[in-house]
């Protein structure tokens, strides 16, 4: 089975910096992509970065571009987001996310979340 556990988020002054990690367990030779999410208070869970397994390209959301960057270790089996000159409006609870796709099923999984809230 295939978890994700995040970690890294906590307060922050506006302009500051935070490293998220999330820490992948189980058979991850599934995962065709990963991702991290985030979902702040009233708002609906949007995209922030994604990295594809193979070649490693990387999106962004348009509202994270060049502050935030995406990164993974598979040596470890971890995600990373470097989140740099962070504002109050990235204030969220952020999530891991992995599409694991095998020839007989696709599975979307989900980390637990980690609250990074920014101060003004």
């Known amino acids: 089975q295939v978890q994700l556990v995040e970690s890294g988020g906590g307060l922050v002054q506006a302009g500051g910096s935070l490293r998220l990690s999330c820490a992948a367990s189980g058979d991850t030779t599934c995962f065709a992509a990963m991702a991290w999410y985030r979902q702040a208070p009233g708002k609906e869970r949007e995209m922030v970065a994604v990295i594809i397994t193979s070649g490693g390209s990387t999106k962004y959301a348009d509202s994270v571009k060049d502050r935030f960057y995406i990164s993974r270790d598979n040596t470890k089996n971890t995600l990373y987001l470097q989140m740099n000159s962070l504002k109050p409006e990235d204030t969220a609870v952020y999530y891991c996310?992995?599409?694991?796709?095998?020839?007989?099923?696709?599975?979307?999984?989900w980390g637990q979340g980690t609250l990074v809230t920014v101060s003004s």
């Open positions: 996310n992995a599409d694991c796709v095998r020839p007989d099923r696709y599975q979307e999984v």
